[in-house]
């Protein structure tokens, strides 16, 4: 049974900086794209950032140069370290492997970026 779980998820200030994590069971990732997605209230869910290999990785215009994605394939791990959060970050955040026709969710873990 293939199981994701994110955590690191809270509350912050604007300006702060938060890093979530994904916890992957049941497969070996390393040989899956790894991403990051993102669901605010009202609004579709929207990809944050992929990972595919150690280096290769893309983001979205919102979150450039402010959030970095990376993974340890030895631990099974991926995380979103994600620095200058605006209340706009504001969001379920869910992570999400993929490999041709299979593809796999976490639960997700809420951030939320206010005063």
């Known amino acids: 049974q293939v199981q994701l779980v994110e955590s690191g998820g809270g509350l912050v200030q604007p300006g702060g900086s938060l890093r979530l994590s994904c916890v992957v069971s049941?497969?070996?990732?390393?040989?899956?794209?790894a991403g990051w997605y993102r669901q605010a209230p009202g609004k579709q869910r929207e990809l944050v950032a992929t990972?595919?290999?150690?280096?290769?990785?893309t983001y979205s215009d919102p979150v450039k140069g402010r959030f970095t994605i990376s993974r340890d394939n030895a631990a099974n791990t991926m995380y979103l370290q994600m620095d200058s959060l605006k209340p706009e970050d504001t969001a379920v955040y869910y992570c999400?492997?993929?490999?041709?026709?299979?593809?796999?969710w976490g639960q997700g873990t809420q951030v939320t970026v206010s005063l």
């Open positions: 999400n492997v993929r490999r041709l026709w299979s593809i796999y």
């Open positions: 990972i595919v290999s150690g280096t290769t990785t």
């Open positions: 049941g497969i070996s990732i390393s040989i899956y794209t």
